[in-house]
């Protein structure tokens, strides 16, 4: 508030001016004072901790008696509240004056300086620093990496990845830190696909000189392979780590060989295949064609047989395919090597036997019920009838005879039993042969060995399988005579069902003992067979009934189509209720079952929250804040990880969430609370990271310019530089000036990109002396080297241009000192185009040239450079020169411009220095047809407006 008051003293008017301050204090001359330190003198913190600061009130304080409480700024390195460098600011003003603090968290690394104001009262204190340290390393923050960038192996080399440890805030944490030398992570790794990948040796070597964390491994399977790295059941960001391993060298004694159709009994006059598989010491298919050698040799005799027709050939990248022509029946060895080396691969050699036998895999005949749908545990049969090409019957031993049956849905294998229908003289056989006595049928990945021996061999044409598949699914069943597949080589397909539902191992697997009434509760059974497999389709056999009370709801059972069921019911009424589930009228056990039915308010509720965090900023929020719990007591009992931030949990209530560094956009976790009664619910959070305005990370810290000139002449000034995370978003920049005009240069001619088609210009401001810039953030910054300035008329010394960045969550200004050189300017004379004096000024009367009581005139002498002077003045002086063609003009001139003072006579065109002159009060008067002098333009304003025209009775 302002007063104004008026008195007369002797003759003068005295104003006086009395400033009241709008912060009426009760009683301003003991205001109190506020003073301000750490809490226990703690000037070091971890991020995460809570910093501090003990306020002191010096003085009688009463805040109810101040109409403005107490309430001030708090900056840390000159940014106010809450910032990239702290979080959760708190201020701690309660009805206890000695219990007053301020609280905040320390979020970043650093040496910080505190800087706390409060206008109301006074309070200017920047005496307080703080320090801060990282905190415990955070795996989901923690960054893993390859070393060097280096992502491809060859198995048996070692790989070495890096782990560049951080804290929950995104905070490096230094390699001084001991604990983490020795600290152990969980690595795997995995195929593409998810299935599993070896890695060996897999050491942790601690710090190197570039404070990352060093994990070393021997990469062992090749392919394209994922690194996977957790700590404490998270994974490190950036895991998992795509690699790829190429296979080693050959080591012809890993390699194996492997029958193509799975068995080592052949046809005679038939072509023995083999498969060849090129292995490195890991165990990985090795491509290219490597030179292998074979050989046959005739069990008993040891006698190398000779083959004309041996050949390898590549059959796919790093499989080799052998094949030769049994000529000869009886039993062999077969022998792979490598004759340069003189090493055979793994388990050599390898036997296999050679039958007499003409089999034709399209003529022979395979048909049964066996071969069609049947139901899981009951036995299934088909028939197989051997014809040659001409369609008359092969008889085979039965050991020819291979039965492969195989679940598709997990390749497991069932083992049938096969016997001949009749024996070679016609009469029918009881003799069977069962694949579970012989294990040289049984399918493995090497050639099976040959351990029939001494087992009397029957031969027939027809033989009937048997077999009992006790897994539901689909099957392949495929049947060879030897080496030669039947059925043209194709597979039977067959689908085996559960059976009957098995009481004892089916019923009631999920429900929840503790349900509200009046809505909708599950209750989830389970039916299997005998063999457990899932029993499908039977929801309309299945029923709910509550066998204590009458007024329930039952709604029937939903196929999930896995085997599980879930029937749903509802109770009216709170209490405890018996229930029993039922299959075809017979109830499983337990039956009943109990429930306890509550009313709604019984049960918590947890409702999903939204926060919104800014992309360098940390939150803390309770995200029980709008959850209902019986009591008014809940924790939370278990959380998710998000998926682009941290999250700590800080109390039983309160969590704190800080996204990933330079991120923004959208992320969500889930979290579990538990009330006083052990009731759980989950809710979920949506955090939105919000893009921080763009920022200025480089920028002069004053420019220089010419008065009157465009600056800088060529090009523009350079150094502004801005950086925004997202490249493919537009901004919007201006830059203007206090007391000048902002342009662009001319630029080079850019060869046209897709992101100079979203840039735009346009001037704006007042008098368009701003100019306006919209873009992605990189053509900007090319821009921003353009800019030129141009100030006002006549301006020099200081002046400010400001450069303003937004997005559409904010704005970041910047304002940069141009110091503004001067140019002397000419100085100006404002005069009319005439003067019109009176008639009768002759006769020795003088006229006054400028008179405004006679004449409208408007006579100046002034200086551009006046404008910009501190009060309008300088003493800057100029030579004015008056001269007339007829008459003389008579001035007034100060003594001090005797010296300057120069005069034209009559008819001299020479100036001449003043001669005598007479001095009156400190000045002297001339009179001459043309005068000089040399004075301030204050002066020669003054003089000029007392100069006076005689008229003169001749002319010059």
């Known amino acids: 508030m302002i007063m104004f008051l008026q008195s007369v003293i002797n003759g003068a008017l005295v104003l006086f001016i009395i400033f009241f301050s709008t912060f009426a204090q009760p009683n301003e001359e003991h205001k109190p004072a506020f003073l301000c330190s750490w809490l226990e003198d703690q000037e070091r913190y971890v991020a995460g901790d809570t910093a501090a600061i003990k306020i002191k009130i010096l003085g009688n304080f009463d805040p109810n008696s101040y109409k403005i409480p107490f309430n001030p700024n708090v900056s840390v390195n000159e940014k106010i509240g809450n910032s990239t460098y702290i979080s959760g600011l708190s201020f701690n003003f309660g009805g206890d004056l000695n219990n007053w603090s301020i609280t905040f968290v320390p979020i970043l690394v650093g040496v910080f300086n505190v800087f706390i104001t409060d206008d109301a009262f006074a309070v200017l204190d920047s005496s307080l620093h703080f320090i801060v340290d990282p905190g415990a390393m955070h795996p989901s923050v923690s960054i893993i990496s390859w070393m060097d960038y280096v992502n491809e192996f060859t198995a048996g080399t070692r790989a070495m990845a890096l782990v560049q440890p951080k804290d929950a805030f995104g905070n490096d944490i230094p390699s001084s830190n001991t604990e983490l030398s020795s600290i152990i992570f969980n690595v795997t790794a995995s195929y593409n696909n998810n299935s599993a990948a070896n890695i060996r040796s897999v050491t942790f070597l601690g710090w190197n000189s570039h404070a990352h964390l060093r994990i070393e491994f021997i990469a062992s399977s090749a392919g394209d392979l994922l690194l996977f790295v957790h700590r404490d059941n998270q994974s490190l960001r950036g895991s998992p780590l795509p690699f790829r391993v190429y296979p080693g060298p050959i080591d012809v004694a890993k390699c194996v060989a492997k029958w193509k159709y799975g068995t080592n009994a052949s046809q005679l006059f038939s072509k023995m295949e083999v498969f060849i598989y090129q292995l490195d010491f890991y ?40 094949s030769f022509s049994a000529l000869e029946p009886g039993n062999f060895l077969l022998i792979i090597y490598n004759a340069k080396h003189n090493i055979k691969i793994s388990n050599m050699p390898y036997e296999f036997t050679v039958s007499i036998g003409y089999c034709d895999g399209f003529n022979s005949i395979i048909n049964g019920s066996g071969l069609n749908r049947s139901v899981a545990g009951e036995e299934a049969r088909f028939q197989v009838y051997l014809k040659d090409k001409y369609q008359y019957p092969s008889p085979v031993e039965t050991s020819m005879v291979q039965v492969q049956i195989t679940r598709q849905a997990d ?44 087992i009397t061999q029957v031969v027939s044409h027809a033989y009937d399988v048997a077999y009992t598949p006790e897994r539901s699914g689909v099957y392949e069943i495929s049947v060879l005579c030897g080496n030669i597949p039947l059925n043209g080589g194709h597979s039977f397909q067959k689908e085996v069902q ?47 009934k509550i066998v204590n009370h009458t007024e329930f709801i039952t709604w029937m059972f939903a196929d999930n189509n896995d085997g599980f069921y879930t029937g749903q019911y509802q109770v009216n009424d709170v209490g405890a209720f018996e229930l029993c589930a039922s299959f075809d009228g017979n109830n499983f056990l337990p039956c009943p079952f109990g429930v306890y039915v509550y009313s709604s308010e019984y049960f918590p509720r947890a409702h999903d929250d939204l926060i919104s965090v800014w992309e360098d900023e940390s939150i803390s929020f309770n995200a029980l804040g709008n959850d209902y719990f019986a009591g008014d007591n809940a924790t939370i009992i278990g959380f998710s990880n998000p998926f682009f931030g ?24 889930s979290y579990t609370i538990r009330d006083i009664n052990g009731n759980l619910a989950t809710a979920s959070v949506h955090v939105t990271v919000l893009s921080i305005p763009p920022q200025f990370v480089s920028f002069p810290t004053s420019l220089k310019a010419t008065e009157d000139i465009m600056s800088p002449k060529f090009g523009g000034f350079h150094g502004i530089e801005i950086t925004y995370p997202d490249t493919m978003k537009n901004i919007v920049v201006t830059v203007s000036a206090n007391s000048g005009t902002v342009s662009l240069s001319p630029m080079l001619m850019q060869i046209w990109q897709p992101m100079w088609s979203e840039f735009a210009v346009s001037k704006d401001g007042p008098d368009a002396k701003a100019i306006t810039l919209s873009g992605p953030v990189e053509v900007i910054n090319m821009v921003l080297q353009s800019i030129q300035y ?65 004449n409208n005139l ?85 003089i000029v407006k007392q100069i006076k025209y005689h008229v003169s009775n001749y002319v010059f």
């Open 790 to 854: 141009f100030g006002d008329d006549n301006f020099y010394g200081e002046d400010t241009i400001k450069v303003s960045a937004k997005n559409k969550k904010g704005i970041t200004d910047l304002n940069v000192t141009i110091q503004v050189e001067p140019v002397n300017d000419p100085p100006i004379i404002i005069s009319p185009e005439y003067i019109i004096l009176d008639e009768n000024i002759g006769g020795g009367n003088a006229s006054l040239i400028f008179d405004k009581g006679r």
């Open 411 to 454: 390749s497991s294998s069932v083992l049938p039993t096969i016997y001949p229908l009749e024996s070679f003289n016609g009469s029918r056989s009881p003799w069977r042969f069962n694949y579970d006595t012989v294990s040289q049928f049984e399918v493995a990945p090497l050639p099976s060995v040959n351990n029939s021996a001494g």
């Open 498 to 544: 559960a059976g009957e539902v098995n009481m004892s191992l089916s019923g009631v697997i999920q429900y929840s003992p503790k349900t509200q009434k009046l809505t909708k509760n599950e209750v989830i059974v389970q039916l299997v067979d005998s063999f457990s497999n899932p029993v499908l389709s039977q929801q309309s056999k299945l029923k709910l």
């Open 646 to 669: 941290s999250l700590l949990k800080k109390t039983d209530i309160l969590f704190r969430y800080t996204p990933f560094k330079g991120y923004y956009g959208n992320d969500s976790f």
């Open 283 to 322: 165990g990985n298919i090795v491509p290219g064609s490597f030179q292998f050698d074979a050989e046959i040799v005739e069990k008993g005799t040891n006698l190398s047989i000779p083959i004309a027709d041996l050949t390898f050939k590549e059959f796919s990248p790093g499989i080799q395919l052998l």
């Open 858 to 942: 408007e006579f100046l002498i002034g200086d551009p450079d006046l404008l910009y002077f501190p009060g309008n003045k300088s003493q800057f002086l100029v030579i004015l020169s008056m001269e007339v063609t007829s008459g003389t003009l008579e001035a007034v001139l100060p003594l001090e411009l005797i010296n300057s003072t120069e005069l034209k006579l009559k008819n001299s065109h020479q100036w001449q220095p003043l001669q005598t002159f007479v001095t009156i009060s400190k000045h002297f008067v001339i009179r001459a047809r043309g005068l000089r002098f040399h004075a301030t333009i204050d002066d020669c304003n003054i």
